[in-house]
């Protein structure tokens, strides 16, 4: 199915993005102060046959087929195409103690407290990694992706802290929340830097 960027309305995404991520997690709250002192656009991805009367319905399913794979397309190209560029995904519907044994968190997982993480970098990155994180990541009322120029390496034991959670946040390229009822995503980047799709 063919998609096309739409340019979103600054006053309108910025309202969902508030909405999305002043009640979450410690990543997702530094990410709004972030965006909000920071020069930046924002866009969403549809199907080109969609009803453009709907594209600030950002609550509303029904429009955004398909969109998750061109996402994860978007998101292994920024990390192939730079190898010190990582990709973090949170997971508001896990806690710290439910993921022993948890395969993607023993691969990719971080924590900050009891708040879980997973960070991909372009040494392990996979489409099908990149599947698993955003599954992960949607629990459908959230999601956050944050694509960041911070060096992640320097996380230690799978434990974040709050320098770290702030250098992902002021260096990010790309985020991405999720939206139309966890079909789709509303993205900003920032103005001053490449065009991520």
Same mark, same amino acid.
């Given at each position: 199915m063919k998609m096309k960027r739409h340019e979103l309305n600054a006053s309108s995404a910025i309202k969902y993005f508030e909405r999305k991520l002043n009640i979450s997690?410690?990543?997702?709250?530094?990410?709004?102060?972030?965006?909000?002192?920071?020069?930046?656009?924002?866009?969403?991805?549809?199907?080109d046959c969609i009803?453009?009367?709907?594209?600030?319905?950002?609550? !509303?399913?029904? %429009?955004? =087929?398909?969109v998750r794979e061109r996402t994860e397309i978007i998101i292994l190209k920024n990390l192939n195409g730079n190898n010190t560029f990582y990709c973090v995904f949170d997971d508001v519907?896990?806690?710290?103690?439910?993921?022993?044994?948890?395969?993607?968190?023993?691969?990719?997982?971080?924590?900050?407290l009891n708040e879980i993480y997973y960070v991909v970098g372009a040494k392990e990155v996979s489409r099908e990694l990149l599947s698993d994180c955003f599954s992960?990541?949607?629990?459908?009322?959230? !999601?956050?992706? %944050?694509? =960041?120029g911070a060096d992640c390496s320097k996380i230690i034991d799978k434990k974040l802290d709050l320098k770290n959670i702030e250098d992902i946040c002021v260096d990010a390229t790309l985020v991405v929340i999720g939206?139309?009822?966890?079909?789709?995503y509303v993205f900003w980047e920032p103005s001053s830097e490449f065009t991520s799709c």
């Open positions: 997690n410690a990543l997702s709250k530094q990410m709004l102060v972030a965006i909000t002192s920071r020069k930046g656009r924002f866009f969403t991805i549809l199907p009803d453009l009367n709907r594209i600030y319905d950002f609550d !509303s399913g029904g %429009i955004a =087929t398909g519907s896990s806690g710290y103690n439910e993921l022993n044994e948890n395969e993607l968190f023993i691969s990719v997982g971080a924590n900050y992960y990541s949607d629990a459908i009322w959230h !999601s956050l992706c %944050i694509v =960041t939206a139309y009822d966890g079909e789709g």
